[in-house]
């Protein structure tokens, strides 16, 4: 008699979604659109630091978000020690080694869209590299400094 009771009453529920599988994907592209609104903002209003600056501080406080509260105590300082050699090539003589990759990411987008047949503005091209170099240096700076100030907050907790 338990087992045809159990039967009838396991009747099947609907599938719910939970909350977080929809509202993840939909901060993901919240994410998204603000960055490209507030770079086309910076282009648009001649004040393209100033609008790189902001985009760089949100995706940084997004990233070490991520990274102080994910990361292990041995990748966040591995992860500063990168970073901090990363910003330390800005000092050479011969450019850093970020703004190389941008130079040589936007020598390839130019090429793409010359072999699409795609007319391009160049102008237009380099203020959006110029921007997105701001935007990783402030990136990268907000990420080091949550890193470093997440280890001296664990030495100081651990004496």
Excluded at 7 to 25: C, E, F, H, I, N
Excluded at 43 to 48: S, T
Excluded at 80 to 91: E, F
Aim: glycine share 8%; aromatic share 6%.
């Amino acid at each position: 008699m338990a087992a045809i009771s159990d039967g009838a009453l396991s009747v099947a529920r609907p599938v719910t979604m939970s909350s977080d599988r929809v509202l993840m994907p939909l901060l993901g592209v919240l994410w998204v659109v603000v960055n490209v609104a507030l770079l086309s903002l910076g282009i648009y209003i001649h004040w393209p630091f100033a609008c790189s600056f902001v985009v760089g501080l949100v995706n940084g406080t997004v990233l070490s978000v991520i990274a102080v509260a994910v990361a292990s105590e041995r990748f966040q300082a591995s992860a500063a020690g990168l970073l901090g050699g990363l910003s330390l090539s800005a000092l050479r003589s011969d450019g850093s080694m970020i703004s190389k990759v941008m130079q040589s990411l936007h020598s390839l987008a130019d090429g793409l869209l010359n072999a699409m047949g795609i007319e391009v503005n160049e102008q237009l091209h380099r203020a959006i590299e110029q921007e997105a170099l701001y935007i990783v240096w402030t990136t990268l700076l907000v990420v080091l400094a949550s890193l470093v100030a997440e280890w001296v907050r664990s030495e100081w907790v651990h004496g």
